[in-house]
């Protein structure tokens, strides 16, 4: 979306309108190809919008209690991890994404006596993070 990771919920805003009037499909109305191209083209730009909003750190501020309150009264009942992005499950339902986590981190969560302990410690707050709860409910 060209912007930077210091840009405000609002700037974010701005640019994905802006993106998504230059790319709706129906300014294409005339030329198929081209309006399969705009299809496309702003699909990426909603989901990559709604991506850049969920780890934003207004967004993160806003449900910092909610998250807090997750990852400190509720045990891990589930995890995955693909290309350096573990995905949490809790005991209370939430689920929370987390970026750039190395393979050898997974491990040592695999391999914990306690994985809610280990995480607390060592990915929680040292890791890029978003919910996902909100993005599967809907």
């Known amino acids: 979306m060209g912007v930077d990771d210091k840009a405000t919920l609002s700037e974010l805003k701005s640019v994905y309108r802006g993106l998504i009037k230059e790319w709706h499909p129906d300014k294409f109305q005339e030329h198929e190809e081209e309006k399969h191209v705009a299809e496309e083209k702003s699909k990426h730009i909603i989901s990559a919008y709604h991506f850049l909003v969920s780890i934003n750190p207004e967004t993160i501020a806003i449900h910092q209690d909610d998250y807090t309150e997750t990852i400190s009264n509720s045990a891990i009942e589930d995890f995955e991890f ?34 809610s302990r280990f995480a607390r410690r060592h990915i929680f707050n040292s890791y890029i993070y978003r919910s996902t709860s909100r993005l599967v409910a809907s």
Do not use: H, M, Q, W
């Open 82 to 115: 693909k290309s350096e992005i573990l995905r949490i499950v809790f005991s209370d339902g939430k689920e929370y994404e987390y970026y750039g986590v190395p393979k050898a981190i997974y491990v040592k969560l695999v391999n914990a006596d306690t994985p």
